[in-house]
């Protein structure tokens, strides 16, 4: 008996559904549909509490007008992690449309004429009691000239865990990419037992049309010397352990004035003012590769709920 | 002068007791983490990506909210059933203000939007109300007293909400309030509200960079600091909404507590 009550719904191009459902103690996905360009797979785990399914796109990025529309469903007692393979690469624009795509959804019909339509990603998550999502993609990489949307909405129980993690890095750095996006607008909503706590909007713009560089500094400067922006959301049960030793970290920082500023800065907030709302942790490092260290090893104690071969595959 | 004027005279004294006093909005923070370079550029390039930022994430809720007590003046003066409905008023406004703090996810900067949010609806209830038995001025209209009666009301009963934690009270938020409640008119009013707003937080950076010694007074503060034309105009479009702009900004004002010494709150 299938966990969800919805029919098949309709597709449109690059879109996806995901339901993971729990039947005897065990994980299995219920619904499991992507169209073109986007591509899910799901390996096979010796831990059947958990299920992986990695989000993927046909030719590893995407290009203006691509919009993918994912809906993920993670039912009660079981647990989701969702990866990506290698870092979401964003390109301006491609003189044609993808030639093989079914009915193109009504967003990337609408792009203004004579303006490369913007790249749109929209997540639908519903994380039902005591089950668990654990959002570790790699991060978004928006190439020169790039626009691009990504709309995150997340509708929680009260005693559901959300690991989200949302990340941005500066470009190719072998093209000497520095920041030189169009724009980057990134939403993350959560809503738990109906009610919004939280709302992460991250809206970085390269004003190209703007010269009077007074009321603008460009991207590059305003973020240096940094190359990559992480912001992860913890909340529930399972991360409480997490966030009682960020908590302790965070204390014990202690800074004496400097000359220039550290490799890596990371800032820790609570959500609202209701201990049960979670934290946000935002990091900041001069590369990638700093950044994703220290998450992974911030992040270890989620090997005790999923496994240390699972956590293994994140932050590859 | 007319009403207007030297309401707007006022509101930008510095002496106004908002408490923005302090407050350096991250600066502190940033100059002690080791970013601006040398002294002399760092004001300015806090000061411009700090409003631009500040601008971007909260004038929309100035505006929005200035916009709710409008409504409730319109309501009242053309005595429309609608104006003894306070508790629609009150939740509307804590939307707006609920918002704010579902956005706002930086401890540091909460922290220090309410305690100076608080002290605009107080200020408004001390000091810019007329007193109940001062019935002096002989050609105030009969509804200006009524307009402003219902105002006293109403922010004294937000404040009760905030005071009670039933709603959080941000800066842009009770700044909207004050405006909306004094009855600030003039043209585009909600414009010169967010105007006027983030001329006080350009000053009040401004006041900190002077007491960080960032900028010394008898040598003169550089000739531009490019933030007269930093207004933008009327960050109040929907679909452009409020957002975060400066992440790395947020962070350092995030990590103001962590400082070994500091001389600011926020």
Redesign the interface.
Known sequence: MPGSSTSISKIQAGGGRITLSSHGGKAWISEFSATYPLKLLSPRLSDNTVAIVYVLTYGGGLVGGDCIELTVNVESDTKLLLLSQGSTKVFKDRPQQRLASVQRSDYASRSTPGQAPATLQIMNFTVSSQAALFLLPDPVTCFRSASYSQIQTFRASKDATLVILDWITSGRKSLGEDWVLSRY?SVNEVLIAGK??????????NNEFNS?S????SLAE??SP?AC?A?VILRGPLVEETIAQLTTR?GG??????????DL?????????DKENGV?V???GKETEMVKDWLKNTLRSLEQHIGVDVYRRAFV | MDDETFLLLLLSDSNLPTGSFVASSGFE?Y?????GGDQNNRTI?FM??SI?AYA?SALAFVSDTHRIVQDVHRDVEQGSEQKSDFDKYLQKIKEVD??Y???T????T?RASKSQGVALLTLYSKGLTPPLAFTGVKNRKEIEIEVNSYMASLVAQYKSLVRA?SA?GHLPICWGILTGALGLTLGESHLRSQYLHIFLHARSLLSASVRLNEIDLRTGIPS?T?TE??QPDGVDDKSR????????G???A??HD???SRIFNS
Do not use: C
């Not at chain 1, 007074?214 to 500094?217: D, I, K, P, Y």
């Not at chain 1, 920082?253 to 550290?262: D, L, V, Y």
């Not at chain 2, 909404?241 to 790395?248: E, I």
């Open positions: 607008y919004r706590v939280a709302k992460d909007v991250m809206l970085l713009e009077d007074r009321l603008n500094r305003k973020l940094f922006y912001t965070y920082i202690s800074i004496m004035q400097r000359k220039a500023p550290e800065l990371w800032s820790l907030s609570s959500i609202g003012s946000v935002r990091v900041a | 923070s100059i002690k983490h080791g970013f390039m411009r990506d631009n971007r609920d918002l703090d579902a956005m996810l930086n401890d540091v909460k934690e959080p531009s490019g034309s930093d909404g409020p957002a975060n702009t400066w992440p790395l947020e962070i350092l995030a990590r962590l400082q070994h």
